[in-house]
């Protein structure tokens, strides 16, 4: 009777394939932000679907399969979701600091982002080199930022010689540091990084540090 059930479930799970490998990426993501890939278990994972170890390998193939999806997944979130910031109507001045304020705003939602993205980083960046659309994935926010930066050297409030790799970069590692660092650094001088008056401070004072970092000084 539990092997029938079992065998329901799992034609259920194929009648909607989107939402069955959507429920998996989203128990991975949990898992692999957790314990990284090598701690990762597939078990576990099928338990938080409620679905088997037999169904993931269907959509996936193996644990990596599934881990790259997942890092794919992840990179496509916050870049999907930078695409609906209504940055166009805006001054560059604002449009820069409505992209930092997000960006900080993403990562405090976000923290498993920010865990797998170490996690990867820890692995030596072993998976992400064989995956071949990631580079791709992640030219939306170079070009936006290419396209603010040259709004703003047109209408004469951003300086000249900014990169816009390097300033993506300035702007992730700013944010990024109170996600990945928040219960060390909270410890260690009594902060809490969760408490929502820290978390607008900080908002404002790293939109503020990249506004000055770009502005052209007259």
Known sequence: MATRRRGVAAMRKRKDPDGSRADILSAATAEFAARGVDGARIDSIARRTRTTRAMIYYYFRDKEGLYRA?????????????????????????????????????????????????????????????????????????????????????????????DPIELHMAIAALGWFRIANRHTFGYLFGRDFDAPATIKRDRERITEMVWRFVRKIA
């Open 70 to 162: 997942v890092i794919e997944d992840a990179y496509r979130g916050i870049r999907e979701a930078e695409k609906e910031l209504d940055l166009g109507h805006l001054p560059a001045r604002d449009a820069i600091r409505e992209l930092v304020s997000f960006t900080v705003d993403y990562y405090v939602a976000h923290p498993e982002f920010v865990a797998l993205v170490i996690a990867e980083n820890q692995s030596g960046g072993r998976h992400i080199r064989r995956m071949h659309r990631i580079r791709s994935l992640n030219v939306s926010i170079v070009d936006t930022i290419a396209d603010l930066l040259a709004r703003g050297r047109r209408d004469g409030t951003i300086r000249r010689g900014i």
